[in-house]
C-alpha cells in the first residue's frame, strides 16, 4: 500500500499558541478536515468548515480551499 504524501504549506507570521514559536504553523487538509499543526512541539488543531465558519463570524461568503 503506497503511503499518501501530504502537501503542507506554512503559514507565514503564524504563531503557536502552545510553545510560542514563530513561523512554526503548518496547514494542510487531512481526510477533507483543515489541519494545523506546529513543527516544533506537538499542538495540532483540526477543524471543519463549520468551525472556519462559526469562528469568522458574522456573515460568510465562502470559505478560501487552495
Do not use: H, N, W
Amino acid at each position: 500500500m503506497a503511503k499518501v504524501r501530504l502537501k503542507k504549506r506554512f503559514v507565514a507570521g503564524a504563531k503557536c499558541p502552545k510553545c510560542k514559536a514563530s513561523d512554526s504553523i503548518v496547514l494542510f487538509m487531512e481526510q477533507g478536515i483543515e489541519t494545523v499543526e506546529c513543527v516544533e512541539c506537538d499542538y495540532r488543531e483540526q477543524q471543519t468548515e463549520d468551525k472556519v465558519a462559526q469562528k469568522a463570524g458574522g456573515d460568510v461568503i465562502g470559505v478560501f480551499k487552495p
